[in-house]
Every structure is written in structure tokens, then in C-alpha cells.
């Protein structure tokens, strides 16, 4: 079992920057790899960054790409979501996962994702 909790969402103006956390709990926490998916109201729930455990590839969904980056201390088993430049369409709950493989085509997947958090709210003013 995998314990995902999220931190960092807030109220921020557009342009401005949040960071967000996921820290990851549990007995083999920390050989999986973590992903951010994003889910605005009455929207699917949308592939946002990822980060390989073992080589640190990063991927991006297209929206987010330039503006956002992720990264992951893994002697804290805790990955980070930098926002930058935001804008009123990031709007969403964000969700942090873990996934045992992000190869290929699977990173941006939510089916190859096992473990889910709860989601921290982030809100963009325009």
C-alpha cells in the first residue's frame, strides 16, 4: 500500500507561482514513480507532470508545458509541483499518483496509476 498526501493548493492570482508537495508513505512508497493529474468542474481529469524514479525523466502534459515543473527528493519520498505563471484555466483539484511503470505511452495514463490522493484545491484569480 502507497499513502499519497497533497499540500501547497491555494488562492493565487493569475501570473503568480504555488508550489505544490506529495509526500508518499508506505512500505514500497518509495520504488514508485509519481505523476500530477489535474480535475476542473464537470472536466475529465487531466494528465498535468510525472517524474521517473529510477532515471528522473520528467514529462508534461501540453497545457502546463514551460510553465510548470516537477520534481522529487527521494530521500524524502516527496515529489513537487513548481507553477509558474499561472493562469485562470489551472484552476482545478490537483492529484498526486503513483505509478509502478511510466514508460512509453503510460506516463500520462491514469489506468497505469494505483495509488490516488485526495487532491488539493487550487484556485487562479483573474
Known amino acids: 500500500q502507497v499513502q499519497l498526501v497533497e499540500s501547497g493548493g491555494a488562492l493565487v492570482q493569475a501570473g503568480g507561482s504555488l508550489r505544490l508537495s506529495c509526500a508518499a508513505s508506505?512500505?514500497?512508497?518509495?520504488?514508485?514513480?509519481l505523476g500530477w493529474f489535474r480535475q476542473a468542474p464537470g472536466k475529465e481529469r487531466e494528465f498535468v507532470a510525472a517524474i521517473s524514479r529510477s532515471t528522473g525523466n520528467t514529462y508534461y502534459g501540453d497545457s502546463v508545458k514551460g510553465r510548470f515543473t516537477i520534481s522529487r527528493d527521494n530521500a524524502k519520498n516527496t515529489a513537487y509541483l513548481q507553477m509558474d505563471s499561472l493562469k485562470p484555466e489551472d484552476t482545478a483539484v490537483y492529484y498526486c499518483a503513483a505509478a509502478s511503470y511510466i514508460g512509453g505511452r503510460y506516463y500520462n495514463t491514469k489506468s497505469s496509476y494505483a495509488y490516488w490522493g485526495q487532491g488539493t484545491q487550487v484556485t487562479v484569480s483573474s
Open positions: 508506505g512500505r514500497t512508497s518509495s520504488s514508485y514513480n
